[in-house]
């Protein structure tokens, strides 16, 4: 390439295609919301800056030969960063973090997911890294080499690393405090390109690292005088005491969303039995229930469910902090003389979580080698949920009562796999695949629950005891707008309708209670702990949780999302909006304006209880604090 007689550098040539590429994919392939102009210019103008930091790094190298060899390395690493992004935000709408490069123990039973997610077009990604690396062998590429004086090579430098400011300052007008209030990454990447969020999130793990290292138990009393005057203050369970002594029977319902309860598919009902159990006189439904997952998905919810704390907003707190002390409810149950299970047909390490279910005081794990698991009677990630609760009851019923037992289903997984036979109800119809599977495997997941509430009515088990089902977290991403926005029959998916599709059923069922009824109280995955625990009449006075006990009245008002967003009786927070709850109507944009809005209170408490939860994990708090003692 020759411009005015003279030779383009390859550094220079190499930085325009990979800025181009880069562009490409930030701009049509990441669903990165853009709000103004200034938004679109940043996307514009950081891939090329980037591209051009790293490199003009080249010119240093006095050797031409490293010098060609250090672009086409550069090219190729480059592109398989951003190339496992994708892959990775095609099926979770997110972007990487160094925690989950380190969850090796989860990728060997990725593998038809992964697959799923790769397309054959995805070979163009690597359409220039393959130019460069066959230019550079085939024709004389010394020619496009540089070997500017020391005086040129200082101004590259001061060049690239003036524009790179540019791009900061840009970034900084667009979103001020963007690294302290970095909970989004999407915001990060938006306005800082992937590879520096890569170097930012670099630098957030070994400051991670170390607070555990400088904690003292000093906070806590902070902590304890916030939940106390906060959350906690007179609190007084309705329903205190209302199971007590019977067995608790968890059901985690993979992937389940509210939107598809009392719904229909093709004309016929998505989930006839949870519709059933949403009328019926011994349930409570929580129609406004959110789980509050990120990252670390089913193994979150869990969290949350057992320690009423907040998951990490990066990666999966049962990883980075699998060896934590925690004060879960089976310890607390434990010590009331209660026996605890978690059934789960899947590999015992996945998430870790045979590491940290010995931490949550978690008694006995039957993962997959507790199943008798054939080709006939799995499909996707396993063991169907038909035979997993058949296989299932033979445990519980031998197991001493009470107990205290988590049962996780599996078939309604990405990429929603069924088998025709199986098949109650025929899949929806729409440019998306996965949503049109989902139904199929949702009503499966309802038909297991039921036959398991029917072989536990045959025993005397269910009588003694109290069930609870929940969604664990979103089975449809973002990336599905479009078909969902069809299925909804809405015009598009806003960001507030994106909160709402994170409602995920919850239900209470108490055998013989005959008093239950539909709950709209706005409710989320951090009241679980609180709520079950009074159910069973024990006392949670000396513990440190972040929900409130769902039979209460006064509540501290709102369910904080890890992002920083949050719902509240009144409104709702989404991608820096200001919604009316139960309208959808917008009240306040963030970026238009700095004065207080309705929201503003909210979000600042908010940000200060993420902050005490992620300061408790850090730290590893409860190590300092003996419960019994207090
Ligand atoms: C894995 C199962 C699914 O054991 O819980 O995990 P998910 O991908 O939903 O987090
Ligand atoms: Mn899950």
Redesign the pocket.
Known sequence: MVLKGKKIPLFIIASLLFGVKTYIVYRFMFNIELDNVLQELILLINPFVTSIVFFSLTIWFRNKSWQITFIRYAALIGTLVIYFNLVFYRSFTDFLTIPQLFQTS?AA?LGT?VLSLVKLYDVLFFADVACIWYLSKKMDIYEYTVSYPKRKRAFVLSISLLLLSGNFLLAEMERPQLFTRAFDREYLVKNIGLFYYHMYDAAVQSKVKSQRVLADGNNLQEIKKYIAEEIRSGEQSELLGVAKGRNVIFI?A??IQSFVIQNDVNGEEITPFLNQLVNDKDTYYFENFYHQTQQ?????SEFLTENSLYPSSRGAVFFTHGENEYHAMPEMLKEKGYYSAVF?A??TS??N?DQIYTNLSIDQFYGKDAYEITEDNSVG?GLKDKPFFEQSMEYLQAMEQPFYTKF?T?TN??PFELNAKDRSIEPYDSNSNTLNNYFPTVRYTDEAIEQFFTMLKQTSIYENSIIFIMG??DGISANHNKAMSRFLEVEEITPYDYVQLQRVPLFIHIPGHNNGKVISKIAGQIDLKPTILHMLGIDTSNDIYFGNDLFHDDRKGFIAFRNGDFVSEEFISASGICYERLTGEVLQIESESNQDTSCQSIKEKVETELAYSDEIIYGDLFRFIDFNKQ
């Open positions: 989860n039973d997911s985690s993979e992937s670390g998905k089913t193994s979150d789960h899947n590999n996945f998430w979580r990630w996780i599996l997984h990405f664990d977290h």
